[in-house]
């Protein structure tokens, strides 16, 4: 990112919680600071993504033969 005042490097000086990406930068050259970046969306971690499912290949086989004999008893 370069400055607006002198066109110079700027490096982040402050670092969102959540993403970790930039969110205040302050130039090298000049000192100027520009304004707090804000971020409005964080996509989930993928650990919200996760439910209570077999996480091995013998289980995921077991629940697929279990949920087929269910459709076939019917």
Known sequence: MLCRACGGDMIATEYCD?????ILWKCIVCD???D???????????EEFSTVAPTS???????LVSGLTAVAQI
């Open 36 to 46: 707090k970046s804000v971020h409005t969306y964080h996509p989930p971690l993928q």
């Open 18 to 22: 959540s993403c970790n990406e930039g």
């Open 57 to 63: 290949v013998v289980g995921i086989l077991a629940t």
């Open 32 to 34: 100027k600071i520009n």
